[in-house]
């Protein structure tokens, strides 16, 4: 089944064109890597896919994932939030909580709006913390379930992140750059993290990346934007030798 739709997707900041008809389909189990320059718009068309951005208003467009529709013609539809909470977004600064512990912020992807963060403590069933540990043993982190997430390190850090995201139970992850402020054996071990993810549990992954290798090496497909459109869709291998 497709787990994202987009058609016709254009979007103006002023009078920058950052993304020109893009239509894309994504279909359950794929693992997508989204490439492109600085300012090539990649951020963007994820955001869209979030419904955290709106596309242009005398737009024909229209976005769904996972079966729900998230905008049409640059509004956003009323399924958008069930759309946002069955999806699980990592940024490239992992957004999280730095003072709470690393169960707990695992423990907020449970949530379906945003936690008043003083009420965090006890508010989950036993079930929610034994799930969220089973997360953390996924990513390699239950030795640190305690710890304040401050004391990690930024690759561990995005690895709650990813947690974070498996205990939302989503069947789509959109990952905007987690490596970019990584160093290399860092960005190894999240990469080759959301690729398990992916092959072992059957979740589409869809992350933006700068470094044509990385995409190379664990991205099956390959999305190449330039300027707001896409240039190049398929196989990696046909990237390859068309470089
Ligand atoms: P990438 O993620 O590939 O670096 P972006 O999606 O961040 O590219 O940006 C695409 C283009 O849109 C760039 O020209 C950028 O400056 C512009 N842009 C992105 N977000 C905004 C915004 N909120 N306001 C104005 N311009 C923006
Ligand atoms: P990235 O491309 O990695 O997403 P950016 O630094 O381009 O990061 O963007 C960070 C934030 O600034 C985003 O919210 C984006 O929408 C916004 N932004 C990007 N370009 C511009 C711009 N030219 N004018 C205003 N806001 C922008």
Not at 221 to 233: N, Q, S, W
Request: a positive charge; glycine letters at 8%.
């Amino acid at each position: 089944s497709t787990v994202i739709e987009v058609r016709k997707l254009a979007k103006h900041f002023g009078d920058t064109c950052a993304l020109a008809n893009i239509d894309l389909d994504v279909k359950q189990g794929e693992m997508l890597g989204l490439l492109g320059p600085s300012g090539s718009g990649k951020s963007t068309l994820l955001r869209h896919l979030n419904g955290l951005v709106r596309a242009d208003k005398n737009s024909k467009s229209s976005i769904k994932t996972l079966g729900n529709d998230v905008q049409i013609n640059g509004k956003f539809s009323r399924s958008v939030r069930t759309s946002r909470s069955q999806t699980g977004y990592i940024f490239q600064q992992h957004n999280l909580v730095s003072r709470l512990s690393v169960l707990q912020n695992v423990l907020i992807g449970a949530l379906s709006s945003t936690p008043k963060w003083r009420s965090l403590s006890g508010n989950f069933t036993t079930l929610q913390k034994s799930k969220a540990l089973q997360a953390l043993d996924k990513v390699g982190l239950k030795q640190f379930a305690k710890q304040r997430v401050s004391t990690l390190s930024g690759g561990q850090q995005q690895r709650v992140a990813i947690a974070r995201a498996l205990m939302q139970d989503s069947k789509l992850i959109l990952a905007d750059e987690p490596i970019a402020s990584l160093d290399p054996e860092a960005s190894r071990t999240v990469m080759e993290l959301l690729r398990s993810i992916n092959k072992e549990l059957g979740i589409a992954v869809v992350v933006t990346l700068h470094q044509v290798e990385f995409a190379l090496e664990y991205c099956p497909r390959i999305v190449a934007l330039k300027d707001g459109e896409i240039y190049f869709d398929g196989p990696s291998h046909d990237l390859n030798q068309s470089k």
